[in-house]
């Protein structure tokens, strides 16, 4: 089965870090743009992070430069979000996603609605809460 399936949510104090995983299975994701998107309760999708390896660009929001990492290891198949300095704001639900047609990271960041990629992982919940 063709999927991508995040780990490595959860409750974090504000300040602590965190690391994301999004592992492919069923294709290879090397020659895809990938990228991450989170949705806090009533606000909109965000694209906060993407990379691509068509160009080797990446995006970071300005919401998250400076403190989330984007990072791929192909022999995995695996992507990841290192994410520092945690705030409150940070709480959603996190998404990893995957696109054969995007060239660019900050193109694959704005196309914040999943049937656009053709791959959306489940998401993973973090919150950031002492």
């Known amino acids: 089965q063709e999927q991508l399936v995040e780990s490595g949510g959860g409750l974090v104090q504000p300040g602590g870090s965190l690391r994301l995983s999004c592992t492919a299975s069923?294709?290879?994701?090397?020659?895809?743009?990938i990228g991450w998107f989170r949705q806090a309760p009533g606000k909109e999708r965000e694209g906060i992070a993407c990379?691509?390896?068509?160009?080797?660009?990446?995006y970071h929001a300005n919401s998250v430069k400076g403190r989330f990492t984007i990072s791929r290891d192909n022999t995995k198949n695996t992507l990841y979000l290192e994410m520092k300095s945690l705030r409150s704001e940070d709480s959603a639900v996190y998404y990893c996603?995957?696109?054969?047609?995007?060239?660019?990271?900050?193109?694959?960041?704005?196309?914040?609605?999943?049937?656009?990629?053709?791959?959306w992982g489940q998401g993973t919940q973090v919150t950031v809460s002492s």
């Open positions: 069923g294709f290879t994701s090397d020659t895809y743009t």
């Open positions: 996603a995957a696109n054969s047609v995007v060239r660019t990271g900050a193109g694959m960041c704005t196309q914040t609605i999943s049937a656009l990629h053709d791959y």
């Open positions: 990379h691509s390896s068509r160009d080797g660009s990446t």
